[in-house]
């Protein structure tokens, strides 16, 4: 990464370290204490704060599912209320903390973490200021959206990562093999539409294609069913092309989840100056800004030297 026009000439760590403090890693005291715990996952007061985090998120999450159903809510309801108040304030407390800890709060609360950290305590504020307004559509309705609380889990667990590149290495192969799919669902749906035809409920091509899709991925709603021996013949052998439609996407992501295990395992280093998670134990600067990164110490337990 070049360093911008007209700044003094500074070897590479040297740079990196003053566009990392400028950034958004604090200098020091409390907040460096604080980002420590919050930002970087790799230390063991990181992993722990992370493990409770995760906790609370599910436990959250329960509730909340819990609460949708009619019978516990008429039992349990007043305790739900009380765990939920907990839970806003536990997690209003996590997000103040990581604005107060940062360099630059703005660009933290912009991002795509920020903002789901806002919706998953926006929604029991808002419920409360507007508990009467009839204009709008239930506002409880609002209260849903603190399961945007289990998206947080994907900014601490590396698995989510290999799956993406699993996808990403993937992609080609199954795009060719969806393009496939839609030219047999294409071809079928319109040979139904002439031996079935509109009296058997096949109105249009498109509506036998809506046929040859439902059945080649064995959903099988029954509002449309043909009625003549060879469309059942041809039905009979939509629904076992469905086994290996569903097979074939599923061993392509596997093989690509495989081979990217056989890779160094990827950690949750986090960049000072982006905060940008994901990098190679080995990595000296990080991939997104450039910024040198801190040096990866592994939490390795201290080996017993004998002393009591």
């Known amino acids: 990464m070049t360093p911008p026009s007209g700044a003094r000439r500074l070897t590479p760590p040297t740079w990196a370290r003053e566009q990392a403090a400028r950034l958004g890693r604090p200098p ?12 970087e996952a790799d230390t063991r007061a990181g992993a722990l704060f ?6 609370l998120i599910l436990l959250s999450v329960t509730v909340v599912m819990a609460d949708s159903v009619a019978s516990i809510s008429a039992r349990w309801g007043e305790l739900f209320d009380v765990l939920e108040w907990g839970f ?9 903390a990581r604005i107060a800890c940062v360099r630059h709060p703005w660009r933290y609360m912009r991002s795509f973490w920020g903002v789901i950290d806002l919706l998953s305590v926006l929604p029991t504020y808002l419920a409360m200021a507007f508990p009467g307004i009839h204009l709008l559509v239930d506002v409880r309705v609002l209260r849903l959206l603190r399961i945007f609380r289990v998206f947080k889990l994907t900014a601490y667990v590396s698995e989510y990562q290999m799956l993406g590149r699993a996808l990403a290495a993937s992609r080609r192969k199954i795009m060719i093999f969806l393009s ?12 139904m539409y002439v031996v079935e035809g509109p009296a ?4 249009s091509i498109p509506t036998a294609v809506y046929w040859a899709i439902t059945t080649m991925t064995t959903v099988g ?4 069913t043909p009625h003549t021996d060879f469309g059942r013949f041809i039905a009979s052998v939509m629904m076992l092309m469905g086994w290996g439609t569903l097979a074939v996407p599923t061993g392509i992501v596997t093989t690509e989840m495989a081979l990217s295990g056989r890779q160094p395992a990827v950690t949750t280093r986090t960049c000072h100056a982006c905060l940008t998670e994901g990098h190679l134990p080995e990595a000296r600067y990080c991939m997104h800004c450039g910024a040198e990164l801190p040096a990866y110490a592994p939490d390795v337990p201290a080996a017993d030297d004998g002393a009591h």
């Open 200 to 203: 058997n409920g096949f109105t």
């Open 221 to 224: 709603f029954g509002d449309i």
């Open 88 to 96: 806003t304030a536990l997690f209003t407390l996590e997000y103040l």
């Open 180 to 191: 496939v799919v839609v030219l047999v669902v294409l071809i079928i749906g319109t040979l």
């Open 50 to 55: 992370d493990k409770w985090l995760i906790a």
């Open 28 to 39: 020091g005291g409390w907040r460096l204490a604080l980002y420590t715990i919050i930002f």
